[in-house]
Nanobody
Framework: VQLQASGGGLVQAGDSLRLSCAAS????????MGWFRQAPGKEREFVAA????????YYAESVKGRFTVSRDVAESTVHLQMNSLKPEDTAVYYC????????????????WGQGTLVTVSS
């Protein structure tokens, strides 16, 4: 399974970014797809996920109402639309694929992308 994340960059507070994660080497619909982030000096934290099968979506409290996760099964791609970005959203964002639970923990994922850096200036 290979995951390739893209879309990061430098933006100002209040701006938007859309991250994408292209998956290959597995049956996309059989996997949960999640986004995590890691800020400098901090532990990796859950951001959002979309469950396999149901397509139910889950979000960290800190991003609810601002971020939207979506998946395109035909394109084997998961997106993270990030609106109203804040400086505290600055981090390396990772996409992940897994078949276990829980969806909001790293332990629920088996495969990780390389990460894409998002920097939000104030």
């Amino acid at each position: 399974v290979q995951l390739q994340a893209s879309g990061g960059g430098l933006v100002q507070a209040g701006d938007s970014l859309r991250l994408s994660c292209a998956a290959s080497g597995h049956t996309f619909s059989r996997y949960h797809m999640g986004w995590f982030r890691q800020a400098p000096g901090k532990e990796r934290e859950f951001v959002a996920a979309v469950a396999r099968g149901t397509g139910n979506k889950y979000y960290a409290e800190s991003v609810k109402g601002r971020f939207t996760v979506s998946r395109d099964v035909a394109e084997s791609t998961v997106h993270l639309q990030m609106n109203s970005l804040k400086p505290e959203d600055t981090a390396v964002y990772y996409c992940a694929a897994g078949r276990s639970s829980p969806l909001d923990r790293s332990s629920g994922y088996d495969y990780w992308g390389q990460g894409t850096l998002v920097t939000v200036s104030s």
